[in-house]
């Protein structure tokens, strides 16, 4: 069974930093892309970034990059999102999912709160 | 980026009768590869997104063949042939061929 585990939100003063985590299992985690893609409450799905196999290739939403990093590190099974200098504009449950044509498993999200 | 709209963006129906949900984006989905890619999404209340439909027309698996998915270039549709209870919920589109990726606004769908 595929599944995706999200961790790491939490609330964080602006201009703050996180670092979320997804652990998968069920599948081969080396041979996917792998995205993050977040819900602000109340509001619909924004795809955030994404990461090629190997690493060699990301992609960011012009409103995270320079300031959001994806990684992987394949031997764990797992996908990471590095957040810094958030801003209220970020608060959102952000999602782990497999793919990046139209991603086929998502996880559960965690969520993330930025607020003084 | 790619704009897309979805339309409606309410939509209250009753059960075992069809529902229509378009979606049209402001370029051409057609990628140099030759494929759309064109996905559809349902999120039931209180779960993850779940894709339903993927490269226009291709059903995922364990999806009911009543759901189904139809369009080209810039036009698309999701079709449900007779709607069920357990199809309440928001249903978006997704369009992968432009980078960056991006989302209709959300269609949602409820029982009358």
């Known amino acids: 069974e595929v599944q995706l585990v999200e961790s790491g939100g939490g609330l964080v003063q602006p201009g703050g930093s996180l670092r979320l985590s997804c652990v998968v299992s069920g599948f081969t985690f080396s041979s996917y892309w792998m995205s993050w893609v977040r819900q602000a409450p109340g509001k619909g799905l924004e795809w955030v970034a994404n990461?090629?196999?190997?690493?060699?290739?990301?992609y960011y939403v012009d409103s995270v990059k320079g300031r959001f990093t994806i990684s992987r590190d394949n031997a764990k099974n797992s996908l990471y999102l590095q957040l810094n200098s958030l801003t209220a504009e970020d608060t959102a449950l952000y999602y782990c999912?497999?793919?990046?044509?139209?991603?086929?498993?998502w996880g559960q999200g965690t969520l993330v709160t930025v607020s003084s | 980026d790619v704009v897309m709209t979805q339309s409606p963006l309410s939509l209250p129906v009753t059960l075992g009768q069809p529902a229509s949900i378009s979606c049209r984006s402001s370029q051409s989905l057609v990628n140099s590869d030759g494929n759309t890619y064109l996905n559809w999404f349902q999120q039931r209340p209180g779960q993850s997104p779940r894709r339903l439909i993927h490269?226009?027309?291709n059903r995922d698996s364990g999806v009911p063949d009543r759901f189904s998915g139809s369009g080209s270039g810039t036009d698309f549709t999701l079709k449900i042939s007779r709607v069920e209870a357990e199809d309440v919920g928001v249903y978006y589109c997704m369009q992968a061929t432009h980078w960056p990726w991006t989302f209709g606004q959300g269609t949602k769908v409820e029982i009358k």
């Open positions: 999912a497999r793919g990046h044509l139209g991603e086929d498993y």
């Open positions: 490269k226009v027309s």
């Open positions: 990461i090629q196999q190997d690493g060699s290739e990301k």
